[in-house]
């Protein structure tokens, strides 16, 4: 059975991933938190499927791995047999009725917190956004009817749109690669 670790803010945010546009944590990375096998945790999952819908749950395909494979630990006999499972905001809340323990109940709080804090910052950055696009209109119009604006600002503006609209740029793979032979 696997130990348990502290589970930590730091620790659930580096355990959740942007898949198919939406916030998930995959099966093993859940079943470490809560301290159970993955096999484990998946049973009980299948037992109660009708918790469990497509927008609670859904199975990694071989389309959502180059997101994921760097983040992979890969085992000596090469890694999982199965493709992970991965949990949304609403299936990581229904874990804690089919894992009733303790734990799991302390776990899925700490989680649930976290996933608060990150629409809170969502919503932060969305209200960032609008004020400094309001700010520019303004400062545009002012520039229409003829007034000066200081280039320095116009230097601000530019930076920080780059800085918010700059998608995020893919990972460059690493470790070996098989040559075709």
């Known amino acids: 059975m696997p130990t348990e670790i502290p589970v930590t803010e730091t ?7 942007f898949l198919r546009n939406q916030k998930v944590m995959l099966d093993e990375d859940l079943a470490a938190l809560y301290g159970v096998a993955t096999k484990r945790l ?18 990694i395909n071989e389309e ?19 493709l992970p499972y991965a949990f949304t905001e609403h ?9 009733s323990s303790s734990t799991a109940v302390q776990v899925n709080i700490a989680i649930m917190r976290v996933y608060t804090k990150l629409r809170e ?4 950055h969305k209200d960032i956004l609008l004020k400094l ?4 209109s303004r400062m545009m119009k002012q520039e229409l009817k003829g007034d000066k604006i200081d280039k320095d600002i116009q230097v601000v503006f530019k ?8 998608p995020e740029v893919p990972r460059k793979r690493i470790g070996f690669t098989q040559e075709n032979k």
């Open 11 to 17: 620790l659930v945010l580096s355990k959740i991933y």
């Open 42 to 59: 998946n049973e009980q999952v299948k037992r109660n499927p009708e918790r469990f819908p497509e927008d609670f749950m859904f199975q």
């Open 64 to 82: 959502d791995l180059p997101n994921l494979r760097s983040q992979f630990a890969t085992s000596s006999w090469g890694g999982r047999r199965t």
């Open 91 to 99: 299936g990581v809340l229904m874990l804690s009725s089919v894992l």
């Open 121 to 124: 910052m969502l919503a932060t």
């Open 133 to 136: 696009e309001q700010l520019e």
């Open 159 to 166: 930076t920080l749109k780059e800085l918010l609209y700059t």
